[in-house]
């Protein structure tokens, strides 16, 4: 059974930080693409970053230079470092992997960013 778990938000204010942390178990991430989706309210859920297999990371523009993907293969989990923290980055934030045609998300943790 695949599960994903994160943690780590929270409520902080505009040019702070947080990390996000996704513990994985069921999959091996280092084989698998793992990416950082968002969903503020009213908005469609987007795509934040991802690292694949070999470490290419991509970023959604608006995070650039601000955000961090990465990945402990050892203990099986995704990080999202997040940096200068801006009041559009509020959102749930949810961990996502793909593996054959199946799709699974973890249960989201809420990022507030207060101006």
């Known amino acids: 059974q695949v599960q994903l778990v994160e943690s780590g938000g929270g409520l902080v204010q505009a040019g702070g930080s947080l990390r996000l942390s996704c513990a994985v178990s069921?999959?091996?991430?280092?084989?698998?693409?793992m990416g950082w989706y968002r969903q503020a309210p009213g908005k469609q859920r987007e795509l934040v970053a991802s690292?694949?297999?070999?470490?290419?990371?991509i970023y959604t523009d608006s995070v650039k230079g601000r955000f961090t993907i990465s990945r402990d293969n050892a203990k099986n989990t995704v990080y999202l470092q997040m940096n200068t923290l801006k009041p559009e980055d509020t959102a749930v934030y949810y961990c996502?992997?793909?593996?054959?045609?199946?799709?699974?998300w973890g249960q989201g943790t809420q990022v507030t960013v207060s101006s």
């Open positions: 996502n992997t793909r593996e054959a045609l199946n799709e699974y």
């Open positions: 069921g999959i091996i991430i280092s084989i698998n693409t």
């Open positions: 690292i694949g297999r070999v470490g290419i990371r």
